[in-house]
DNA sequence: GCAGATTGCGCAATCT
DNA sequence: TAGATTGCGCAATCTG
């Protein structure tokens, strides 16, 4: 579950290719068919080269596909239970959003309420503090109004 | 895809059950098996009686399963193009907030420096300007600490 | 090489 | 009736 590498679609290997469906195929057994007669190119490791050699009767091969189908099931579980929390960590990822935003809003109202305390502020001084008289004293404006 | 409700194990029906599974045949069609001969005691609303009539011949067959496969192709890609969507969505979302996170900061370090001049300037003016007197002065702290 | 985990696929039962 | 979903089993791979 790691590294998905390179995987095939499914079949059609060394030369063999999956004839199925719609065959009278009750249902799926691809039927594995040889495009080459025997060895095409590749020598096999394995000295076994007969590689169709399921055997369904055999109790080795039940053993292994019900394990399998165990494991499948394990699998698609644990692949449904991540999906279901992942959505969940949107949910809450959203939500958190959300807080943050509302945070956000009310410091800047915090902030733009200091400001404009200062400016006030500022303006007073400006009023009520005679300046070094360099120059005019300005229009006489006092009080409100800033 | 939204309502679970409640839905059978997969096959199992008005006295059909099916036997596969370690079965000896290279295939396994479910092999659908009246257990009891014809009408158990369920009255079919449709007229033909023979529910196994699956005849894998038919074209008509051929032609449902071959539909029915690509709708449940479809049906896969989309589910996993949304499990996929949903943790790209995680993925923005955890940027957003951390976005959200630093605004955050940094307007509550702006805050607080504009609180701190606010109580120095505070302090200044208590320092420089006599109150009307009509009390004790307070103690005479002046200078930094708030 | 084996055993468990994944993944693509087709089937059938349901749901819509 | 037809397409969409979903549980399930098979086989091919991947992984350790």
Not at 18 to 26: C, E, R, Y
Not at 98 to 114: D, F, P, T, W, Y
């Amino acid at each position: 579950m790691s590294k998905p590498s390179q995987q095939k679609p499914h079949a059609d290997q060394n030369g063999v290719s999956v004839i199925q469906a719609q065959t009278s195929g009750l249902q799926q057994v691809p039927q594995l068919v040889p495009v080459s007669p025997a060895g095409g190119g590749k020598a096999m490791p394995p000295s076994k080269s007969k590689k169709s050699n399921p055997d369904k009767d055999s109790d080795e091969y039940r053993m292994r596909r019900e394990r399998n189908n165990l494991a499948v099931k394990k699998s698609r579980m644990r692949s449904k239970q991540k999906a279901q929390d992942t959505q969940q960590r949107v949910n809450e990822l959203k939500e958190e959003n959300e807080r943050l935003e509302a945070k956000i809003k009310l410091l800047s109202k915090e902030l733009s309420v200091l400001k404009d305390l200062f400016l006030e502020h500022a303006h007073n001084l400006a009023d009520n503090v005679q300046p070094p008289s360099t120059e005019a004293p300005g229009p006489a404006q006092n009080g409100s109004g800033h």
